[in-house]
């Protein structure tokens, strides 16, 4: 009986994911030795020229950088790879900045990253977070997506699941908003952007909606309005007056 014996090391499963655009933040480290006194010196330098958009992911080529261990380096930084944006990303990173978040510990880099089972649309961007602690941030907590409402019928239902915020612009058929989905989530916010269409039109709010009163709209003004749930139903907290 024989065996193969082999030293490999093993690939790293682990993946990052840039939580906003991190141009400036994706390094290149090199060092020189000087030949007087042979003291070895070391240098990170910011890269430039490429893209680097939020949603990036990033999986670990298994570099490290350590202070001390390495001249020039003051935090901890891991090195990441990209080869879905052209030129391809290659350098480090400070996998604990603002700037990135863990994306996957299980998936090795030679599977591609997918979708929802049941959605092929939905791209994976990354884990939900529950918890029953606070959650506090150095900056914004927001949705990134805006969501635009068609007015072309008697009824515009919004699904209250797909985003916080959702613009609408009223025309000749006056528009009654219905909501699906998030109502039934106690704390759940969403915000309307409302836009005329230089006409006078009346918006009704229907079916899971608490407003203070119908919308009618002046001009070719915006209006904003904001609704919290308290788990049945949407009741409206502000709104805002014409904005030219």
């Known amino acids: 009986m024989s065996s193969v014996f082999t030293n490999r090391a093993e690939m790293s499963k682990k993946s990052y994911i840039a939580a906003q655009d991190f141009t ?24 430039t020229g490429g893209s680097y958009p939020k949603g990036a992911v990033l999986h670990e080529t298994g570099k490290r950088l350590f202070p001390g261990a390495n001249p020039g380096v003051t935090t901890m930084m891991v090195g990441v790879f990209n080869s879905d944006v052209v030129p391809a990303l ?37 884990q939900p977070v529950i918890t029953n602690g606070s959650i506090t941030a150095g900056g914004q907590v927001r949705c990134g ?29 006056t ?34 909606f608490k407003p203070t009163g119908t919308l009618t709209t002046a001009g070719a003004n915006n209006y904003t309005l904001t609704f919290i749930s308290n788990g049945t139903s949407f009741f409206e907290v502000s709104r805002t007056a014409a904005i030219a």
């Open 24 to 47: 400036g933040h994706l390094w290149s480290y090199a060092t020189t030795r000087s030949q007087t006194t042979f003291v070895v010196t070391g240098s990170l330098t910011a890269q």
């Open 90 to 126: 290659s350098g480090f990173i400070d996998p604990n900045s603002k700037y990135f978040t863990t994306f996957s510990i299980d998936k090795p880099v030679t599977i591609p990253n997918g979708y929802d089972q049941d959605d092929s649309t939905n791209l994976h961007s990354g």
């Open 145 to 173: 997506t805006v969501t635009a409402l068609p007015a072309t019928g008697t009824a515009t239902a919004i699904d209250g699941t797909l985003s916080q915020v959702y613009t609408i612009t009223a025309n000749s058929i």
């Open 175 to 208: 528009p009654t908003l219905t909501i699906t989905g998030a109502s039934t989530v106690p704390g759940a916010a969403i915000n309307l952007i409302v836009t005329g269409d230089g006409t006078a039109r009346v918006i009704t709010f229907g079916t899971g």
